[in-house]
């Protein structure tokens, strides 16, 4: 009887090569870096209402803060991103985690297209409570590596909410006012270590 020849099958050496390789690629010094950024941005707000008489509704442009916290990656980047709008009649904030891809255009520029989600926050002046609701972000934007650990982003972002609040309107009733959407446009500095 001849003896029976064991076959190889390729599949579980690759399989492990496909799930070690990104394991390993934080353990390496240039394959992820930490940053912090901090920006300014023009906020546009979009406010509707049912009762369009009793409350001003529109667009709303307000100056914010951003403070933005994450990882690097020669091609993506993940971070967290806390936005502070004082409005003139409202204070809004917003927290988000992004997922952004990087492709370089040149050995110091590079530009950037993603994804984020998480809570936006809203509350009137005046009114002891905070309305709150999911959103969904899209962004895109260029960033300039000054050097190699000061860098320079312009960006733009559409993050996406239906937060239903209820202000005090012109006759002294509370009003459904719905914030659909925010408008920003950004200038900050990322510090990558």
Do not use: C, K
């Not at 442009?61 to 990882?71: A, F, S, T, W, Y």
């Amino acid at each position: 009887m001849p003896a029976q020849r064991a076959t190889r099958r390729p599949w579980p050496a690759l399989l492990t090569l496909m799930v070690a390789a990104p394991l390993a690629l934080p353990a390496t010094a240039s394959a992820e870096e930490s940053f912090f950024g901090v920006g300014v941005g023009q906020h546009r707000m979009h406010f509707d209402s049912d009762d369009r008489d009793n409350f001003d509704v529109g667009t709303e442009d307000e100056i914010g803060l951003q403070l933005r916290v994450g990882m690097a990656r020669p091609n993506s980047r993940l971070y967290g991103q806390w936005s502070i709008i004082p409005g003139s009649d409202f204070f809004m904030s917003s927290l988000t985690v992004n997922q952004d891809f990087l492709w370089r255009a040149a050995p110091q520029f590079q530009i950037y297209g993603g994804i984020g989600g998480g809570a936006v926050t809203l509350s009137w002046n005046g009114d002891n409570s905070i309305d709150t609701m999911p959103g969904l972000s899209v962004q895109a934007g260029a960033i300039v590596e000054i050097t190699r650990t000061v860098h320079v982003e312009l960006g733009v972002r559409q993050l996406f909410t239906r937060l239903r609040t209820d202000p005090e309107g012109a006759d002294g009733s509370d009003v459904d006012v719905d914030l659909d959407r925010i408008g920003i446009a950004s200038a900050s500095v990322n510090l990558q270590f």
